[in-house]
């Protein structure tokens, strides 16, 4: 991992990391009365008369908020509305550079119960305050926003709202983790239904990497939290949980664990000894996301399976294989954005995991073999692709606005020219980089 001193970091950050920028420059009078007053009556006019033509004739469809309380930052916790901004502008500033997407922060202070800027979140408020800004936007992102509130928060803007609202924290690993999963079992020649798969962490993450291993066919997996398996038979599970409980004995991760296939941690650093992952299948997997520090280190790991055959991911950059949200939110933003979907569905989240799996299998392009020492190809140590592979914003977005056609959510159903309306933007975004 590469290092960097405070006042680097910060000098980085002073002054924010995104601006706004202006598409068309009034430059005289005429252009001037073209942006503003008396030119501006004849769109607000034909909006008012037809509020479809919002999409076409303003900025809505491309588009996002970044919408956070603050109340569960990265791995720092609750800290605030005003402490998430650099996050929030990070968010936005990724959705800019990997899909052109023009996202803002909007953190949302006095949004805990009673109204106040610390406590427990208030789901109500934040739906509130989305549904009043959503005209102004083509999607939502959440972001940032503690369990169990986000649950709740997310699945009433889903029902409430015609755009896409996605909450990253819950379904961006998930879909990522899906395809690394996807490349595991083949090069494990495994198949999806016979894996064993122990999850640990049942926050947000975990339990929508659940979901969607089940949505794509696995059938064993069991969930632990900080007090040992999610169980039928424990009496202090929150709902959220009871509704993953499985029927078992098997009280703790070190029992849980013994022949699994796959460890999924969403987690804390160093839950997964050695002499827990010994007890795994024959070539098994270890995806360790937790931040900073992994489940179990990658050294440890190595030590422990010596020459038998293993795969390993991280949340860090700096192993390979890293689990990394930038390889989903921006494409399926962009896919739905472009089908004009009111929704991101599980068609599409599995339909970004399909894609993102395929081309990890694709040859990598000499521009990012340059990156990467060992110029590995697909195989354990390369089982998803590069963020910069500049292919993923030609694929997955295609992958996402055909499933959005396909499960009958999009407002625009003909894709006809929308791959070259991507490598169009793609050329674009190079030539400005």
């Given at each position: 991992?590469?290092?960097?001193?405070?006042?680097?970091?910060?000098?980085?950050?002073?002054?924010?990391?995104?601006?706004?920028?202006?598409?068309?420059?009034?430059?005289t009078h005429a252009s001037l009365?073209?942006?503003?007053?008396?030119?501006?009556?004849?769109?607000?006019?034909?909006?008012?008369?037809?509020?479809?033509?919002?999409?076409?004739?303003?900025?809505?469809?491309?588009?996002?908020?970044?919408?956070?309380?603050?109340?569960?930052?990265?791995?720092?916790?609750?800290?605030?509305?005003?402490?998430?901004?650099?996050?929030?502008?990070?968010?936005?500033?990724?959705?800019?550079?990997?899909?052109?997407?023009?996202?803002?922060?909007?953190?949302?202070?006095?949004?805990?119960?009673?109204?106040?800027?610390?406590?427990?979140?208030?789901?109500?408020?934040?739906?509130?305050?989305?549904?009043?800004?959503?005209?102004?936007?083509?999607?939502?992102?959440?972001?940032?926003?503690?369990?169990?509130?986000?649950?709740?928060?997310?699945?009433e803007l889903n029902k409430k709202?015609?755009?896409?609202?996605?909450?990253?924290?819950?379904?961006?690993?998930?879909?990522?983790?899906?395809?690394?999963?996807?490349?595991?079992?083949?090069?494990?020649?495994?198949?999806?239904?016979?894996?064993?798969?122990?999850?640990?962490?049942?926050?947000?993450?975990?339990?929508?990497?659940?979901?969607?291993?089940?949505?794509?066919?696995?059938?064993?997996?069991?969930?632990?939290?900080?007090?040992?398996?999610?169980?039928?038979?424990?009496?202090?599970?929150?709902?959220?949980?009871?509704?993953?409980?499985?029927?078992?004995?098997?009280?703790?991760?070190?029992?849980?664990?013994s022949g699994a296939d796959l460890?999924?941690?969403?987690?804390?650093?160093?839950?997964?000894?050695?002499?827990?992952?010994?007890?795994?299948?024959?070539?098994?997997?270890?995806?360790?996301?937790?931040?900073?520090?992994?489940?179990?280190?990658?050294?440890?790991?190595?030590?422990?399976?010596?020459?038998?055959?293993?795969?390993?991911?991280?949340?860090?950059?700096?192993?390979?294989?890293?689990?990394?949200?930038?390889?989903?939110?921006?494409?399926?933003?962009?896919?739905?954005?472009?089908?004009?979907?009111?929704?991101?569905?599980?068609?599409?989240?599995?339909?970004?995991?399909?894609?993102?799996?395929?081309?990890?299998?694709?040859?990598?392009?000499?521009?990012?073999?340059?990156?990467?020492?060992?110029?590995?190809?697909?195989?354990?140590?390369?089982?998803?692709?590069?963020?910069?592979?500049?292919?993923?914003?030609?694929?997955?977005?295609?992958?996402?606005?055909?499933?959005?056609?396909?499960?009958?959510?999009?407002?625009?159903?003909?894709?006809?020219?929308?791959?070259?309306?991507?490598?169009?933007?793609?050329?674009?975004?190079?030539?400005?980089?």
């Amino acid at each position: 991992m590469i290092m960097r001193s405070r006042k680097e970091i910060l000098d980085y950050h002073c002054g924010g990391k995104i601006a706004l920028d202006i598409k068309k420059r009034p430059l005289t009078h005429a252009s001037l009365s073209l942006a503003y007053t008396p030119g501006v009556a004849v769109p607000v006019k034909e909006i008012a008369s037809d509020p479809v033509l919002v999409r076409e004739l303003t900025v809505k469809n491309n588009t996002v908020a970044v919408v956070t309380d603050g109340s569960a930052i990265l791995g720092l916790g609750d800290l605030g509305a005003s402490a998430s901004i650099p996050v929030m502008e990070g968010k936005a500033l990724l959705f800019k550079a990997f899909a052109d997407i023009d996202a803002w922060p909007v953190p949302l202070d006095h949004c805990r119960i009673n109204g106040a800027s610390t406590g427990k979140t208030d789901p109500d408020r934040i739906i509130a305050t989305c549904q009043q800004i959503a005209c102004m936007y083509g999607g939502i992102n959440l972001e940032d926003i503690a369990s169990p509130a986000c649950f709740r928060i997310e699945d009433e803007l889903n029902k409430k709202l015609d755009i896409p609202v996605f909450h990253d924290d819950q379904w961006g690993t998930a879909v990522i983790t899906l395809a690394a999963v996807i490349n595991y079992a083949l090069l494990a020649d495994k198949q999806m239904a016979n894996l064993k798969v122990v999850v640990n962490g049942a926050g947000a993450a975990g339990l929508r990497i659940a979901d969607m291993l089940k949505t794509a066919g696995v059938n064993d997996i069991t969930i632990c939290d900080s007090k040992g398996v999610i169980s039928d038979e424990r009496i202090d599970l929150s709902e959220m949980k009871r509704k993953y409980a499985t029927k078992t004995k098997q009280k703790y991760l070190s029992n849980a664990i013994s022949g699994a296939d796959l460890f999924i941690g969403v987690s804390v650093a160093g839950c997964l000894t050695g002499e827990m992952a010994i007890k795994m299948s024959e070539f098994p997997a270890i995806f360790a996301m937790a931040n900073p520090e992994p489940e179990i280190q990658p050294a440890v790991a190595n030590a422990v399976f010596g020459s038998r055959p293993f795969v390993m991911a991280t949340g860090r950059s700096d192993y390979p294989n890293q689990i990394n949200n930038v390889l989903g939110f921006p494409y399926l933003f962009r896919g739905a954005l472009d089908a004009e979907a009111t929704t991101i569905n599980s068609d599409m989240k599995v339909a970004a995991a399909l894609a993102l799996a395929e081309l990890a299998r694709k040859t990598m392009p000499h521009y990012i073999q340059e990156q990467c020492p060992g110029k590995p190809e697909f195989g354990k140590d390369y089982i998803v692709p590069n963020p910069f592979d500049k292919r993923l914003l030609l694929e997955v977005p295609l992958a996402v606005a055909r499933a959005a056609v396909n499960s009958g959510v999009a407002g625009r159903n003909d894709l006809t020219g929308y791959p070259e309306e991507l490598a169009e933007r793609s050329k674009a975004m190079s030539s400005t980089s």
